[in-house]
C-alpha cells in the first residue's frame, strides 16, 4: 500500500497523517490526537494513551485489538513505529476521552478528508490551500509564489522519472539527493545541516535564489530526460547529473559576479523575518 507522510495543523498543533491511495483512508498518529484532547505536550499525551490502551485492553475494546502501527517521523527526526487510527476509530477514541475539544476536532476530521477528496479531482484546490498556509505562517508573496512554483516543477520531475521507469520512494530519495548534490555541492542531509534542520522540509527552508537554483536543475532534467528513449535508473540518474549541472553552472557564474557563495545557512524563520524588513 503507497502511503504519504503529511503533518496537519489543527488549532497549531501538529497531527502526523498517513493516507493510503489504496484504501483512500487517513490514518492518524494517536499519541498527537490524545495530546490535542488533552491539552498536553507529545510526552504527556503519550503517557495518557499508554494509560488509556491499558485501560481499554482490559475492557476489550476493538479500538486497541484494531490499532496497528506505521512509521512515522519522530521528534528526533527518525521513523518510528507509530500506533496509528483510522478517521472512524479516532471519532471512537474521542469518545474515551473528556475533552472540550472533542467536537472541534471530529469538524476538522471530517474537513480534512473531504480536502483530500476534492484535491484528487481538482489539484488547484491543494495549490490554493497550501498558499494559505504559507501565508500564515508569515512568508512574502514573492517568496509564496517561487515555492509554488516549484511544487509544479517537482511534479514534472517526478512524472518524468516515472515514465523512464523510476517508482520506488528510495530511487526518487536517491535521484534527489543526487540532484542536489550536483548543483549545491551539498547532499540533502548536508543542506539541512547546514540550515540547521532536522525533519523541516528544506524547500520551505530555501532562500528565492535557492528555490529558482533547484527549480532550474529540476526542469533541466526533466527536459533532458525527455529528450532520451532509454529507460532505467541509470540512465535516469544521467539525466539528473547533466541537469544539476546547467543550475551548477549557473550557480557559480551568478556567485562570480555577486561575489558571494548563493547557498545560504538561513532557514525559514530567518527568512520570513528577513522578508518582512524585521
Excluded at 507522510?5 to 494517536?30: G, T
Excluded at 484535491?119 to 490554493?128: G, K, Q, V
Excluded at 543526487?178 to 540533502?188: A, C, D, I, R
Aim: glycine letters at 6%; hydrophobic letters at 35%.
Amino acid at each position: 500500500m503507497e502511503k504519504d507522510n503529511e503533518l496537519k495543523l489543527f488549532q497549531d498543533k501538529k497531527i502526523r497523517a498517513k493516507w493510503d491511495e489504496e484504501e483512500e483512508k487517513w490514518y492518524f498518529s494517536v499519541v498527537d490526537i490524545v495530546a490535542v484532547l488533552t491539552d498536553n505536550d507529545y510526552q504527556a499525551g503519550r503517557k495518557y494513551w499508554k494509560t488509556l490502551k491499558m485501560r481499554l485492553n482490559k475492557e476489550g475494546s476493538e479500538l486497541v485489538t484494531n490499532c496497528y502501527q506505521l512509521k512515522m517521523l519522530a521528534n528526533d527526526g527518525k521513523l518510528r513505529d507509530t500506533d496509528v487510527m483510522t478517521t472512524k476509530q479516532i471519532l471512537r477514541l474521542i469518545q474515551s476521552i473528556p475533552s472540550k475539544k472533542a467536537e472541534p476536532l471530529k469538524l476538522w476530521l471530517a474537513q480534512v478528508g473531504k480536502e483530500r477528496i476534492d484535491e484528487t479531482y481538482d489539484p488547484e484546490i491543494a495549490i490554493n490551500r497550501a498558499l494559505e498556509t504559507y501565508r500564515k505562517k508569515g512568508y512574502s508573496e514573492g517568496w509564496i509564489n517561487q515555492r509554488l512554483k516549484t511544487i509544479e516543477i517537482r511534479k514534472e520531475f517526478t512524472d518524468e522519472l516515472k515514465e523512464k521507469g523510476i517508482n520506488s520512494r528510495r530511487d526518487f530519495a536517491i535521484l534527489t539527493n543526487v540532484l542536489t548534490q550536483t548543483w549545491s555541492g551539498y547532499s540533502v542531509k548536508e543542506y539541512k545541516n547546514l540550515k540547521g534542520l532536522k525533519k523541516e522540509n528544506l524547500r520551505d527552508n530555501m532562500t528565492n535564489m535557492e528555490l529558482v537554483l533547484n527549480m532550474l536543475a529540476e526542469t533541466s532534467a526533466t527536459e533532458i530526460s525527455k529528450s532520451k528513449e532509454e529507460k532505467g535508473f541509470k540512465e535516469a540518474e544521467n539525466s539528473v547529473i547533466e541537469g544539476g549541472d546547467v543550475a551548477r553552472i549557473a550557480k557559480e557564474q551568478l556567485e562570480r559576479k555577486i561575489g558571494k557563495k548563493v547557498i545560504s545557512d538561513k532557514n525559514a524563520k530567518e527568512i520570513r523575518k528577513l522578508n518582512s524588513g524585521e
